[in-house]
């Protein structure tokens, strides 16, 4: 079996480490243009990270293997147990998950797939678009809004949950439309099959109306969009705790500890989005003071939502925080 890994620069010297007894798999840091002579694609790195060469591999049919830090919204295994996920895939024990996907088309272009959500928005912030929303050709409703989510199940725990969608098991075979900060109450979110192509047409703004794909791709759209089912991503699964069951219980416990001082929240988040950071990085990234950071990360250890580490880079030893994994 031949394999391809692809990985954060920060953490090559980790992974290479980790894979020493498998020289069947390649380790790059950057994504080729032919992968077509291997059997399967590991995507190490923060949610981010895998996301985006998930678009890149857009065309790819074969099995991927994501691996995170921590118990990530993405990622099939922590890092620490991709040895034991390799020796598991190159015995051929390993399941495989078909995830849905979305296929955007705008103004007759295809788009990457979208693995979370499809969002529609206009370019500027405080300012509505009015839409008309149809389903298989069905007329539902028209409305002003503030913009329109699509969600997968995968997606349903991100940015379609904080507009007031509902949490779909990953294993549903469905989609979720979002109207988000409808001016009409009765704009409700709706579930449609995963079959179904809808349509979002009469477009107007005062602003230019972008299709955000995953958060990362942003295309300006005319006055109609069309999405339909992509073709799934066939996510491997190598026992234990799923990682979208082990999502589900992670922003469940995240809600349950609403008491959290507003700055320990937006560390878990932004833990959550980048993965493994230092204090210092910490620090950076949300330029909160140093007093205020260490008082908030020794509250989220205390409640068991982070974990403290210490990994290799470079030549040292640094300390790390990430999200603590559900995994044993």
């Known amino acids: 079996m031949r394999g391809l890994l692809i990985t954060m620069p ?35 790195g923060t949610d981010r990270f895998i996301i985006m060469n998930l678009h890149k591999l857009n065309s790819w049919e074969g099995p991927v293997l994501t691996v995170g830090f921590g118990l990530s919204f993405l990622n099939s295994v922590d890092i620490a147990n991709l040895d ?5 895939i190159v015995s051929g024990s390993y399941d495989v998950e078909e995830i ?13 797939n979208a693995i979370n959500e499809v969002a529609i928005f206009p370019a500027k912030s405080a300012i509505t678009l009015e839409y008309s929303l149809y389903v298989n050709n069905e007329y539902l409703w028209h409305d002003v809004a503030d913009g329109l989510i699509i969600s997968t199940p995968t997606g349903s725990t991100a940015y379609a949950m904080s507009a007031g969608g509902p949490l779909i098991h990953s294993r549903a075979q469905v989609f979720e ?10 704009r409700v979110p709706v579930i449609v099959p995963s079959d179904s192509v809808i349509s979002i047409k009469d477009l107007i703004s005062r602003s230019r109306i972008e299709v955000i794909i995953d958060g990362s791709i942003r ?48 560390i878990l988040k932004i833990l959550e989005y980048e993965g493994r950071l230092t204090q210092r990085e910490i ?37 790390v925080y990430s999200l603590k994994s559900t995994e044993q």
Not at 283 to 296: G, Y
């Open 10 to 44: 920060s953490v090559v010297g980790e992974v290479k480490k980790l894979i020493n007894d498998y020289s069947s798999f390649n380790v790059v840091t950057e994504l080729s243009d032919d992968v077509s002579n291997y059997d399967v694609i590991g995507i190490i």
């Open 84 to 88: 034991k996920a390799l020796s598991t």
């Open 100 to 112: 849905l996907r979305l296929s955007v088309n705008v103004k007759g272009k295809k788009l990457p």
């Open 177 to 186: 439309i979002v109207p988000v900060n409808s001016t009409n109450l009765a």
């Open 219 to 266: 295309t300006y759209v005319s006055n109609e969009t069309k999405i339909m089912p992509g073709k799934p991503l066939k996510l491997v699964r190598v026992g234990g705790v799923s990682s979208t069951v082990g999502r589900y219980e992670k922003k469940v416990s995240l809600l349950a500890n609403m008491d959290l001082p507003p700055s320990a929240k937006f």
């Open 283 to 319: 620090v950076e990234k949300t330029m909160l003071p140093s007093r205020t950071v260490r008082n908030a990360l020794s509250i989220l250890i205390r409640k068991g939502l982070i974990q403290r580490q210490v990994i290799i880079r470079g030549n040292k030893e640094v300390i």
